[in-house]
């Protein structure tokens, strides 16, 4: 009978909520409780609040603040945006106050055989636009809380905002202005301040971003410290023992040009080359060469390779 009587529930309940930090997308959630019904959503049905203006004269003597809870505010637009006019009430004083604006096309469908509001003509949409099926206790009770459910979360989301809320979520430290006045009930009779109760409900965040680990057993990471402890003792003996090595040279020997140097002037070393091959050269175990200073026939001193025992050394 709740939906035949146009009374919608809106329930809330504790909630788990994983949500992307990055794009703000709700990637899982989960409740936490059997949801209860939500008083707060009809807490305040359009109360007044009035400053105290004793002087008629005083342009804000007929002006008042009004608040509305979300609840009230979602089913007054739902149901009466097919009827615009009649949103500034209607006293019935004029027989034009009792007939139906059949003008009025904002938010309805009129046509032949059709003059239907929003929710209504989506609950005829999901039957096939069959309107028997509609008389259906069921079947009417089906299509309405579907489409309640629906229009309520595009209207809860809608402008939605972290820092700002909306229609439906506000800071848990929102309070009225101070200037709004003073309530007054349906009487016209001052009610003192609404300074509405403290809201209680807590929120725990747990932020966590992910990051890759590796895992690696003990006996695999006891190797790895094995094999960097000796790749680090190789190089301080390499680094040692080649200093003795470096100090036999008088300059550096860093490309096949510096070589090529240390080679142009060795006759015999030259001479071999020519006549012999170099599969010949390494398979023969008397063929010596040194690097060292070397003599010509012509008595000049140089730096250089030669076979051994072809040139003076000094």
């Known amino acids: 009978m709740t939906a035949l009587n146009c009374r919608p529930i809106i329930e809330t309940a504790n909630a788990s909520v994983t949500v992307d930090v ?20 009809w807490a305040s049905p359009f109360d007044s609040y009035k400053h105290n203006i004793t002087s008629f004269t005083d342009p804000n003597y007929s002006k008042a603040n009004t608040t509305v809870s979300h609840g009230v505010l979602f089913v007054t637009g739902l149901l009466g945006a097919a009827d615009i006019d009649s949103f500034r ?21 009129r046509e032949s055989g059709l003059n239907i509001d929003y929710i209504t003509y989506a609950m005829l949409s999901m039957v096939d636009y069959d309107h028997e099926r509609l008389l259906d206790h069921d079947t009417l009770t089906r299509t309405a809380q579907r489409t ?25 430290s929102e309070k009225l ?58 190089c301080i003996i390499l680094g040692i023992a080649s200093g003795d090595y470096n100090r036999m040279l008088i300059r550096p020997v860093n490309s096949l040009a510096d070589v090529a140097v240390l080679v142009a ?11 012999r091959s170099v599969s010949s050269i390494k ?14 026939p012509a008595g000049e001193r ?13």
């Not at 002037?265 to 006549?275: F, K, Q």
Request: glycine letters at 6%; proline letters at 4%.
């Open 302 to 314: 140089r730096w250089g390779i030669e076979l051994a025992n072809m040139g003076e050394e000094k």
């Open 148 to 172: 309640f459910s629906v229009m309520y979360q595009h209207f809860v989301n809608n402008n939605l905002s972290v820092t700002n809320g909306g229609y439906a979520y506000q800071s848990p």
């Open 22 to 41: 990055t794009s703000g997308q709700v990637l899982s959630y989960d409740i936490l409780e059997v949801p209860r019904p939500d008083d707060r959503a």
């Open 89 to 109: 009430g209607l006293n019935f004083d004029t027989p034009a106050d009792s007939v139906e604006n059949l003008g009025e096309q904002t938010f309805n469908f």
């Open 283 to 296: 398979k023969d175990d008397n063929i010596r060469a040194q690097l060292a200073w070397l003599r010509n």
């Open 177 to 234: 202005p101070q200037d709004i006045g003073t309530k007054i009930d349906t009487k016209k009779r001052a009610t003192g301040s609404n300074e509405p109760a403290a809201n209680s409900s807590m929120v725990t965040l747990h932020i966590s971003r992910p990051a890759e680990i590796l895992y690696m057993s003990e006996s695999a990471a006891w190797i790895c410290v094995s094999i960097l402890a000796y790749l680090i003792i190789s």
């Open 265 to 275: 002037r060795s006759d015999r070393l030259l001479e071999l080359a020519r006549y």
